[in-house]
């Protein structure tokens, strides 16, 4: 499994960007019916949760600073999970990682893409 998150760039303040996480192994396996999670993790700060989405896509989680703004979504068919990011502010300024949850708990992570967003 090579889970690869891509999408990011620089984005003005209000803007928006769509992550996506795929298996760059080629699997069409790895991802489907996992529940898949997106992280970001800004210079100096910890890593923080940021959504959530099951295998079905039945039941979607958020952190509260990102409710409202950002929605995760999946293509099972495509193996890929998305989180569309809208209205975009400064403080979303982070590497973004993608994961997958088993009863390992967190198993494996992409190798995180940028997002920079400017006042």
């Known amino acids: 499994v090579q889970l690869q998150a891509s999408g990011g760039g620089l984005v003005q303040a209000g803007g928006s960007l769509e992550l996506s996480c795929t298996d760059a192994?080629?699997?069409?396996?790895?991802?489907?019916?996992?529940?898949m999670a997106w992280f970001r993790q800004a210079p100096g700060k910890e890593r923080e949760f940021v959504a959530s989405?099951?295998?079905?896509?039945?039941?979607?989680n958020y952190a509260d600073s990102v409710r409202g703004r950002f929605t995760a979504s999946r293509d099972n068919g495509m193996n890929t999970v998305y989180l569309q990011m809208n209205s975009l502010k400064p403080e979303d300024t982070a590497t973004y990682y993608c994961?997958?949850?088993?009863?390992?708990?967190?198993?494996?992570w992409g190798q995180g893409t940028q997002v920079t967003v400017s006042s």
């Open positions: 192994s080629g699997s069409r396996r790895s991802v489907n019916y996992y529940t």
């Open positions: 989405i099951t295998g079905m896509g039945s039941d979607v």
């Open positions: 994961a997958r949850l088993s009863s390992a708990g967190y198993d494996f």
